[in-house]
């Protein structure tokens, strides 16, 4: 069982930088791939970034590559998601999620365990 909570959402205007955590609880947190998703009104959920349990591997959509960086601190329990350069576009519900699996890390589906979100508002 794995519980996820996330934090650091709020407004920014364009071009401003957030970083987002999620910190776990549970001991097997570190056999999880962690991923982030996000949710814009009357958008369905759509993925980020996804970081593999081991800390090798990273997957990034399009449209953030470059502006954000997915990283975990297993000692800690903690993923984070550094957002840069952020645009209108952006705005959104943030959730992370925890999956045992790696390899399809933008199928929702696949993914057991969920936060309860933080909003994001970046301002033109």
């Known amino acids: 069982q794995v519980q996820l909570v996330e934090s650091g959402g709020g407004l920014v205007q364009a071009g401003g930088s957030l970083r987002l955590t999620c910190a776990a609880s549970?001991?097997?947190?570190?056999?999880?791939?962690i991923g982030w998703f996000r949710q814009a009104p009357a958008k369905e959920r759509e993925f980020v970034a996804a970081?593999?349990?081991?800390?090798?591997?990273?997957d990034y959509t399009d449209s953030v590559k470059g502006r954000f960086t997915i990283s975990r601190d297993n000692a800690k329990n903690t993923v984070y998601l550094q957002m840069n350069s952020l645009k209108p576009e952006d705005t959104a519900v943030y959730y992370c999620?925890?999956?045992?699996?790696?390899?399809?890390?933008?199928?929702?589906?696949?993914?057991?365990?969920w936060g309860q979100g933080t909003q994001v508002t970046v301002s033109s």
């Open positions: 549970g001991r097997t947190f570190s056999s999880y791939s």
């Open positions: 999620a925890a999956s045992r699996g790696w390899g399809t890390q933008g199928n929702l589906a696949m993914y057991d365990y």
């Open positions: 970081i593999s349990w081991s800390v090798g591997s990273t």
